[in-house]
């Protein structure tokens, strides 16, 4: 459960990530379209509030919020660490999809 929520939670960081114009245009070749930004923002809230399930799951009321402030702390780092060095596609830079 505990990976679950290390999954979910870096799941959110990334689609909070994808929806700045920055890290879009870097990734995709394009600025995101609003309608695709907010959607990208509520995918990346939604998946961070249900992170919060399987650390209380798993740990309880007492230390399941423990759990999961060490999920999204580790979840933003691998979010952070994968927009900013993995390198982007070769096809996204050149705007062809």
């Known amino acids: 459960m505990s990976v679950l929520s ?3 939670a870096s799941a959110a ?7 700045t114009e920055a890290r879009h245009r870097r990734r995709f070749g394009a600025c995101p379209q609003a ?3 907010k959607m990208l923002r509520t995918g ?3 998946s961070l509030v249900v992170s919060v ?6 740990q309880g009321w007492i230390f399941g919020p423990i759990l999961w ?6 979840g933003a780092g691998i979010a952070f660490l994968a927009l900013n ?3 982007a596609r070769a096809n996204a830079r050149s705007g062809n999809f």
Do not use: D, K, T
Not at 53 to 58: E, G, S, V, W, Y
Not at 69 to 74: K, L, P, R, T
């Open 6 to 8: 290390l999954l979910l």
């Open 13 to 19: 960081f990334f689609l909070l990530g994808l929806a």
């Open 35 to 37: 309608a695709r930004c």
């Open 44 to 46: 990346g809230w939604l």
């Open 53 to 58: 399930a399987p650390a209380l799951l798993a």
């Open 69 to 74: 402030a060490g999920a999204i702390m580790a």
């Open 85 to 87: 060095f993995v390198p």
